[in-house]
């Protein structure tokens, strides 16, 4: 089975640790850097993956303070 895109494992990494409480709204995301690190990954697709999820209402992103779970992410 081929891998899934990176942004895609990020996005659902990070959905499924909000439903299932691991992160909760108010949380701080680690940092671009060390999503990175985390997912072998350049800084492109992590941006792009953190986009969608800011997008979708599932976090908040503040310039130059990074980002956090939204304050009542979607269901």
Known sequence: MPRKPVYE???EDVTTSVRNGA????DKLPSIAELCAQYDASATPIRYALRILDERGWIE???GKGSFVAATPPE
């Open 9 to 11: 494992q990020v996005i």
């Open 61 to 63: 992103t503040h310039q």
């Open 23 to 26: 992160l909760r709204p108010g």
